[in-house]
């Protein structure tokens, strides 16, 4: 430093002056990050509620919840492996670890399963709805379009669309009431927002089941987008976010013709790991998206990007 920009001490400063100093450097050195950053994903004192959470991508979401310090309220049409879960989860991680029977399109189910988290967790901050529906076998979910039946149609919006619907309506109007504000994610599909190349699906099986892209699980998924935008300017005066994350395909059990056909239409060039879907949760969740609302977060390896 020159001497003609060496600070002067001949007049020290008034210790008025000394103390705002010191405490404006404070205050800059916590906002460059030293011990303010590293908290926006913590989720330390939160309920959230994760349905369909016994289920494949619904334990990954579940878990990673109570990791990152929120006590789960594991919701699924199968009790039993909802109670078992929770009750793994709880004392593996320590945390607080609810496991309910819900069936997320009937009424009654879920305005009890919500009183039953209310009263035994506290109220919900985090609202996942991750909860889908298949048609009656695969064989009937992966039917040809022309020859898909009204029942299954029926039977797979009601979980992805009214359910959904309901599921809002009953722990969103007590986020609303309690005043703490909350986040509201829905688990949605790429295939919501875009059409199937139906050309990868040549040869492809799913457990040995010959698969395709049903016009139904599109037409739910989009549901679930719309309802999701309006959600966010619904309640935004009461501090709720509502959000979508929007996945390319998951790898589980389908066969290598059909992980190849779709890695070749992937910039990354593979499908997706389930826990690759984990961080775009904890960002919609916690306080690091505190000003996102309204948005479909893509995890798609840039198939959108095309």
């Given at each position: 430093m020159t001497a003609a920009l060496r600070p002067s001490f001949a007049n020290p400063p008034s210790p008025l002056v000394a103390t705002c100093t010191i405490l404006v450097g404070r205050?800059?050195?916590?906002?460059?990050?030293?011990?303010?950053?590293?908290?926006?994903?913590?989720?330390?004192?939160?309920?959230?509620?994760?349905?369909?959470?016994?289920?494949?991508?619904?334990?990954?979401?579940?878990?990673?919840?109570?990791?990152?310090?929120?006590?789960?309220?594991?919701l699924d049409i199968d009790g039993d492996a909802a109670r078992a879960f929770a009750s793994e989860l709880g004392q593996k991680i320590g945390r607080r670890c609810l496991g309910v029977a819900c069936d997320i399109?009937?009424?009654?189910?879920?305005?009890?399963?919500?009183?039953?988290?209310?009263?035994?967790?506290?109220?919900?901050?985090?609202?996942?709805?991750?909860?889908?529906?298949?048609?009656?076998?695969?064989?009937?979910?992966?039917?040809?379009?022309?020859?898909?039946d009204l029942a299954d149609w029926k039977r797979v919006i009601g979980v992805d669309v009214d359910?959904?619907?309901?599921?809002c309506q009953a722990f969103g109007a007590a986020m609303a009431v309690h005043g703490r504000g909350g986040s509201i994610i829905q688990t949605s599909s790429i295939y919501g927002l875009l059409g199937?190349?139906?050309?990868?699906?040549?040869?492809?099986?799913?457990?040995?089941?010959?698969?395709?892209?049903?016009?139904v699980y599109s037409a739910g998924k989009a549901a679930m987008v719309g309802l999701t935008r309006w959600l966010a300017t619904y309640w935004a005066k009461?501090?709720?976010?509502?959000?979508?994350?929007?996945?390319?395909?998951?790898?589980?059990?389908?066969?290598?013709?059909?992980?190849?056909?779709?890695?070749?239409?992937?910039?990354?060039?593979r499908m997706a790991r389930r826990d690759e879907l984990v961080g775009a949760a904890l960002f919609l969740a916690s306080d690091a998206s505190s000003y996102v609302t309204g948005q479909c977060l893509f995890v798609d390896g840039g198939l959108s990007a095309w």
């Amino acid at each position: 430093m020159t001497a003609a920009l060496r600070p002067s001490f001949a007049n020290p400063p008034s210790p008025l002056v000394a103390t705002c100093t010191i405490l404006v450097g404070r205050c800059y050195s916590r906002a460059m990050g030293e011990g303010v950053y590293s908290k926006l994903f913590d989720l330390t004192g939160r309920v959230a509620v994760v349905t369909g959470g016994a289920g494949f991508l619904g334990r990954a979401f579940a878990a990673a919840y109570a990791e990152f310090g929120a006590d789960v309220a594991v919701l699924d049409i199968d009790g039993d492996a909802a109670r078992a879960f929770a009750s793994e989860l709880g004392q593996k991680i320590g945390r607080r670890c609810l496991g309910v029977a819900c069936d997320i399109a009937d009424p009654k189910s879920v305005r009890d399963a919500q009183r039953r988290v209310g009263e035994t967790l506290g109220p919900v901050r985090v609202l996942h709805n991750n909860a889908a529906n298949q048609s009656a076998g695969l064989k009937a979910e992966f039917a040809r379009f022309e020859e898909f039946d009204l029942a299954d149609w029926k039977r797979v919006i009601g979980v992805d669309v009214d359910g959904t619907f309901l599921v809002c309506q009953a722990f969103g109007a007590a986020m609303a009431v309690h005043g703490r504000g909350g986040s509201i994610i829905q688990t949605s599909s790429i295939y919501g927002l875009l059409g199937p190349d139906n050309r990868i699906y040549e040869g492809a099986t799913y457990a040995g089941h010959a698969i395709g892209s049903p016009a139904v699980y599109s037409a739910g998924k989009a549901a679930m987008v719309g309802l999701t935008r309006w959600l966010a300017t619904y309640w935004a005066k009461a501090g709720i976010r509502a959000n979508a994350i929007v996945p390319g395909g998951v790898e589980d059990r389908q066969n290598e013709t059909f992980k190849r056909a779709y890695g070749n239409r992937i910039p990354l060039g593979r499908m997706a790991r389930r826990d690759e879907l984990v961080g775009a949760a904890l960002f919609l969740a916690s306080d690091a998206s505190s000003y996102v609302t309204g948005q479909c977060l893509f995890v798609d390896g840039g198939l959108s990007a095309w």
